[in-house]
């Protein structure tokens, strides 16, 4: 990512900070308040919502209509690492190099706030959008959103990534699980920009395909990241998919292969942007960054 990509990125990141930290007030009962703000302001390099604003910003969609949206969103993905680390699911005791929720807690109340976030985010959609917007593009978000979050989301995408584990998967199974595991919200994110912007039907598609390919080189080099990073650089345990015995691209493809594939991916999403003429800084850089990323990987 350029310097001046960089910029914009962490001036939009500023912005969700400061709007996060004044998004869940801590009243009675406080443990699940503290619970949830705990994993949500832990951290975390927001990219979803910066993502879902640099796409209102091709739309000329101001800061004010684009941010309840653009923090449900980052809520939602927070509400997935809090069960994702659970026991039951991939167990683990650290996120973004913090204890996880259920350790800084415990087990009940970390599934409650992640619960909460279910309909906190959405809620937040609801009463922090201007209500000069049209009302029928915060259905629209609103149908987008839970899409994203349910059983047409990351909710089956879970359910594929535990039913693998210690399991010979098929190329297609693998696909699914990237698709609705991972993709899903970085769709989520340009759609929503998108559709506050009025979007046409082809920028929408568009932008669509570029948040497949990139959501795929993510997880892709999550993947390879948990073969090749440390504690301390990934904020979580490393190995964790190896040990779990989960089907990822490096087990079945080894790593040349992940590495390969992810910039290729990455490639794609970006020639996508070139094709439609859409001109997004941010949108590149993200994708640069983890093609740099590989680069450093061994």
């Known amino acids: 990512m350029n310097e001046k990509a960089k910029k914009e990125f962490n001036t939009f990141r500023e912005i969700i900070e400061n709007y996060l ?21 832990g951290g975390g390099k927001r990219l979803r919502p910066v993502i879902a604003m640099a796409v209102a910003k091709l739309f000329n969609v101001s800061d004010e209509i684009i941010l309840p ?3 449900a969103i980052e809520m939602l993905h927070c509400q997935s690492l809090i069960h994702d680390d659970l026991p039951a699911m991939d167990n683990d005791d650290y ?12 087990e009940a109340t970390a599934i409650l706030a992640g619960d909460a976030f279910l309909s906190y985010a959405p ?11 049209d009302p029928k593009l915060i259905l629209d978000v609103l149908k987008e959103f839970f899409i994203a979050a349910g059983v047409d989301g990351i909710i089956s995408g879970q359910i594929v990534d535990l039913d ?25 994110a340009v759609r929503t920009g998108a559709i ?13 395909q570029y948040a497949e390919n990139y959501g795929h080189a993510f997880q892709i080099y999550d993947d390879i990241l948990d073969v090749t990073s ?47 003429k859409i001109n997004s800084l941010i949108l590149e850089g993200v994708a640069d960054d983890i093609v740099k990323g590989i680069e450093e990987c061994s």
């Open 230 to 276: 440390t504690l301390e650089k990934l904020g979580k345990t490393p190995g964790k998919d190896t040990n779990a015995g989960k089907s990822t691209y490096v087990s079945m493809f080894g790593l040349k292969k992940a590495k390969e594939q992810t910039s290729f991916l990455c490639k794609q999403a970006c020639d996508i942007l070139k094709e439609n």
């Open 196 to 208: 506050f912007g009025n979007a046409n039907d082809n920028q929408i598609n568009a932008l669509t």
């Open 21 to 41: 930290s004044k998004s869940i007030d801590v009243v009675y009962p406080e443990k699940i308040y503290n619970s949830m703000r705990y994993s949500l302001l």
């Open 164 to 188: 693998s584990e210690n399991k010979n998967i098929t190329d297609k199974t693998l696909n699914y699980l990237y698709e609705y595991k991972t993709a899903k919200l970085f769709k989520l």
């Open 69 to 71: 949206a653009a923090c």
């Open 95 to 106: 996120r973004r190099g913090k204890l996880s929720n259920h350790k800084a807690f415990d």
């Open 123 to 133: 809620k937040l959609i609801i009463e922090k959008t201007p209500k000069s917007v």
